[in-house]
């Protein structure tokens, strides 16, 4: 969709800005470009919509080399957020939000009415927020702004520079999910500026890591994380980057164990030979679970007699489904104080897959790395075990 070939950017007075860069972003692809300041993020960027012109080199747009096309036609194709939003004051945010499509010809009404849906996805009811000016929102709401009308002519690309960078590190966590969620639906092809590892890992499909003036490595960020290119890749993404990988890695079926399990009509049971037990219900689904101590003590009072594993059964609190992070499943396991938390399969309405525990989530996290190392497929990783020596 975008397509880098050889770009270099040299300004006026020597500076190299961007050296002989080629790589290519996939239709529906959130590429990530992050490195230290300086080494030439925002110039690649601009040089997209034709905001700076390289200096050698093509850049291609859906297979049009963009020197071809006149520079306003293209920035109707591509969608613009800037860090300092850039919204007209004295317009309301409804009004700001339909500039673009009212200035390609779309009747106010309708430009409008498109604005106010497009406010609506971004987290901003348009009754509320519609009729105010742009310094009667917070940052994290002038932000929401600037992503919508970015998307309001529906353009195919979005470059976004940066576009989370001016707000607190709370409401900046809130605009990467909401994001992230948007972008799941819209499938953008989008082209993200960070210096923000943090960001560039949770956001991007692909990272671009920068060195001065070119890209170092290329790749997924489970990738980046598990086996930098370089000692230059490895010292930017930081010396904790197993943590990091806790947000990358999903929980797979083959991470999980598969304890006891009983079911709601169940008569119950009174010898469980584990200390607790999953509970489903008729169709596999979790419903919660039994501890064994509970159901012993109940036995021995003389009070169960007739009753069913439901009439003792306890809510689940601590599930995931699969293909959350491992970091989602650590996080959970501390929020429930658990040893263990439930995975599902969230497409068939919550069938009970097996358990995470503690063991099994390092082990998931040291067969990713392991992997990604070897660039071999998870799966295939045997892991060995080393046993400590004993004196
Ligand atoms: N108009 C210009 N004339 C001369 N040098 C420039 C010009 N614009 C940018 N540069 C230089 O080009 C290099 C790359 O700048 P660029 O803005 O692309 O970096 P960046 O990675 O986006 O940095 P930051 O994260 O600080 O925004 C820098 O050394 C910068 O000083």
Known sequence: MIRFEHVSK???DGTTAVDDLSFEVNEGELV????????????????????????EGRIFLDGDDISAIDPVQLRRRI???????????????????ATVPHLLGVKRAKARERAAELLDLVGLDPGTFGDRYPDQLSGGQRQ??????????????????EPFGAVDPVVRDHL???????????????????????????????????????????????????APATPYVADFVGADRG?????????????LEQPPVVHLDDPLPTDLDARWAVVLDHDNNLHGWISAEHTRAAAAEGGAKGDTVRDHARRMEAWLPVGASLKQAFATMLQHDAGWIAVIDARSEGRFLGV?????????LRRSTAADARAIPRAEVELETVTPLRK
Do not use: W
């Not at 002519?153 to 979005?158: E, H, Y």
């Not at 590892?197 to 499909?205: N, S």
């Not at 995470?356 to 998931?364: M, N, Q, V, Y």
């Open 243 to 255: 943590l990091k990988r806790l947000s990358v890695t999903p929980i797979e079926e083959g991470d």
């Open 10 to 12: 040299r300004y006026a």
């Open 144 to 161: 929401r702004v600037g992503v919508a009308r970015a998307l309001a002519a529906d353009p195919p690309v979005l470059l976004m520079d």
């Open 356 to 364: 995470l525990t503690p063991a099994r989530l390092h082990e998931a």
């Open 176 to 226: 990467q999910t909401e994001f992230l969620r948007l972008q799941q639906t819209l499938g953008k092809t989008v082209l993200f500026v960070t210096h923000d590892i943090e960001e560039a890992v949770r956001l991007g499909d692909r990272i671009a890591v920068y060195g001065q003036g070119s890209i170092e490595q290329f790749d997924t960020p489970s990738a980046v994380l598990g």
């Open 79 to 97: 969608g613009y957020v800037i860090q300092q939003v850039g919204l007209f004051p004295h317009k309301t945010v409804l009004d700001n939000t």
């Open 32 to 55: 990530t470009l992050v490195g230290p300041s300086g080494c030439g993020k925002t110039t690649t960027m601009k040089m997209v919509n034709r905001l700076i012109e390289p200096t």
